[in-house]
């Protein structure tokens, strides 16, 4: 969709930390106008209103009478439910294209849904690791190579937040945290054909999941495990380690560790930064009918759902103590 005038008109629904982020990114890109914002909070929105210039608004529906070129939904995972009135829902239904934070929902049926209906526009999800500079040289040092093993790892604490500790309202630390990680081993390794979860205790106060531990099964043959955590007093650990045929390769949001025989592994440390900016830049883009690379762009919403997928079966069978399947 080209935009109507060279300047770009976004909205907001959402107005809390991960929409700050996007904001101020945006705020700063010449080619974009934040035009309207709305939040459950009117006080929230008040404030971004005062940081960025956006007109709060009382509603999506108000939110849509501002002749906006796209919108970003940036809600916690309880609040697109439900799915036939959610955000993406009704953005969708007036054409417009949008770009949503992840997780898609606490649950993989809420999800399903919204994806019915946000088929017909351009849609981007923020799984803005697949932008980042440590994991496109991961993607090209296994790209001639035979992965055989893959532990992936978000080892952190309970995010300061009243809604996250409760598995109906965030979906738990493998759907909110941890997923960051299966969407990358699902883009560095491939499919996850199953998994087999255990899990231990609960965080205070809440009923997710103090741990989580998962063999995971991929269709290239690679085996593999996850292990999450929220017991900690700050995040201690996020990413990946690939095993290949002589070579070792550690990659997360801002790092990257390779060992390919030397002695010692080589580190290299990013800005992450950079990569919230790539996925912003992209969306932006593919707004305004630029050509974006595919392959270092935030996915669109069917693709973030086969992650989604992923992370819900290993919060299924965490629970249930069985294993679950993937198509």
């Known amino acids: 969709m080209v935009p109507k005038d060279p300047i770009l008109r976004l909205g907001f629904v959402g107005t809390g930390g991960v929409a700050t982020r996007h904001a101020t990114i945006l705020s700063g890109f010449d080619d974009v106008a934040l035009v309207a914002a709305t939040d459950v909070d009117p006080t929230r929105a008040a404030a971004s209103s005062e940081q960025f210039g956006a007109e709060a608004v009382d509603d999506v529906a108000a939110l849509l009478t501002h002749e906006l070129d796209a919108v970003y939904v940036c809600v916690p995972p309880f609040a697109h439910r439900p799915a036939e009135t959610s ?7 007036a054409g417009l294209p949008l770009f949503v934070e992840k997780p898609l929902a606490p649950d993989l049926a809420t999800a399903e849904a919204i994806d019915g209906r946000v088929g017909g526009v351009p849609t981007r999800v923020g799984h803005h690791w697949r932008c980042a ?3 496109a040289q991961a993607r090209a040092l296994l790209a001639d190579r035979t992965v055989r093993l893959v532990s ?3 080892w952190d604490k309970v995010p300061p937040v009243s809604w996250w500790a409760h598995r109906d309202l965030s979906g738990g630390p493998v759907v909110e ?7 990358l081993a699902r883009v560095l390794v491939g499919e996850v054909t199953e998994v087999s979860a255990r899990a231990h205790g609960t965080v205070p106060g809440g009923d997710v999941d103090a741990v989580t531990t998962a063999l995971l099964s991929f269709a290239n043959g690679a085996v593999g495990t996850l292990s999450a955590a929220s017991v900690l007093g700050a995040k201690h650990r ?4 690939i095993v290949a045929d002589g070579l070792v390769v550690g990659v997360g ?7 390919d025989g030397a002695a010692e592994p080589v580190r290299s440390e990013f800005d992450r930064w950079t990569a919230c900016v790539a996925a912003d830049r992209a969306f932006v883009d593919d707004v305004a009918g630029r050509a974006v690379d595919p392959v270092t762009s935030p996915p669109d919403y069917a693709e973030a759902l086969r992650s989604h ?5 290993v919060a299924r069978s965490a629970a249930s103590g069985a294993p679950e399947k993937l198509s």
């Open 238 to 241: 996020a990413g990946l380690e």
């Open 253 to 259: 949001e801002d790092w990257l560790e390779v060992r």
């Open 152 to 154: 992936a790892t978000w």
């Open 133 to 135: 500079e440590p994991v």
């Open 87 to 93: 955000a993406e829902a009704q953005v969708a239904a």
């Open 177 to 183: 945290q941890a997923i960051h990680v299966l969407d």
């Open 309 to 313: 997928r992923l992370a819900t079966a």
